[in-house]
Protein backbone atom coordinates (compact mmCIF):
# COMPACT_ATOMS: atom_id res chain seq x y z
CA UNK A 1 0.00 0.00 0.00
CA UNK A 2 2.70 2.45 0.94
CA UNK A 3 4.61 1.22 -2.53
CA UNK A 4 1.47 2.72 -4.05
CA UNK A 5 1.38 6.27 -2.88
CA UNK A 6 4.78 6.28 -3.26
CA UNK A 7 4.68 5.62 -7.07
CA UNK A 8 1.87 8.02 -7.06
CA UNK A 9 3.99 10.72 -5.28
CA UNK A 10 6.73 10.78 -7.72
CA UNK A 11 4.50 10.87 -10.49
CA UNK A 12 2.35 13.64 -9.66
CA UNK A 13 6.21 15.19 -8.50
CA UNK A 14 7.24 14.84 -11.69
CA UNK A 15 4.40 15.74 -14.06
CA UNK A 16 4.30 19.23 -12.07
CA UNK A 17 8.12 19.36 -12.72
CA UNK A 18 7.25 18.89 -16.48
CA UNK A 19 4.77 21.68 -16.51
CA UNK A 20 7.09 24.11 -14.80
CA UNK A 21 9.42 23.28 -17.38
CA UNK A 22 7.30 23.66 -20.06
CA UNK A 23 5.47 26.80 -18.79
CA UNK A 24 9.15 28.35 -18.53
CA UNK A 25 9.94 27.74 -21.85
CA UNK A 26 7.04 29.17 -23.01
CA UNK A 27 6.93 32.20 -21.07
CA UNK A 28 10.69 32.59 -22.60
CA UNK A 29 9.45 32.49 -26.06
CA UNK A 30 6.66 34.73 -25.21
CA UNK A 31 8.69 37.68 -23.42
CA UNK A 32 11.56 37.21 -26.68
CA UNK A 33 8.64 37.54 -29.16
CA UNK A 34 7.17 41.37 -27.30
CA UNK A 35 10.68 42.30 -27.33
CA UNK A 36 11.10 41.66 -30.67
CA UNK A 37 7.57 43.32 -31.27
CA UNK A 38 8.74 46.34 -29.34
CA UNK A 39 12.47 47.04 -30.62
CA UNK A 40 10.67 46.60 -34.21
CA UNK A 41 7.80 49.26 -32.88
CA UNK A 42 10.72 51.60 -31.64
CA UNK A 43 12.71 51.21 -34.91
CA UNK A 44 9.59 51.66 -37.30
CA UNK A 45 8.26 55.18 -35.55
CA UNK A 46 12.06 56.75 -35.32
CA UNK A 47 11.73 56.71 -39.45
Known amino acids: M ?3 FFWLAIVVT ?3 F ?3 M ?3 V ?3 I ?3 RIEQTTL ?3 RN ?3
Open 40 to 42: NTD
Open 18 to 20: ILA
Open 26 to 28: LQW
Open 14 to 16: LVF
Open 22 to 24: AFA
Open 2 to 4: VRI
Open 30 to 32: IYF
Open 45 to 47: EKR
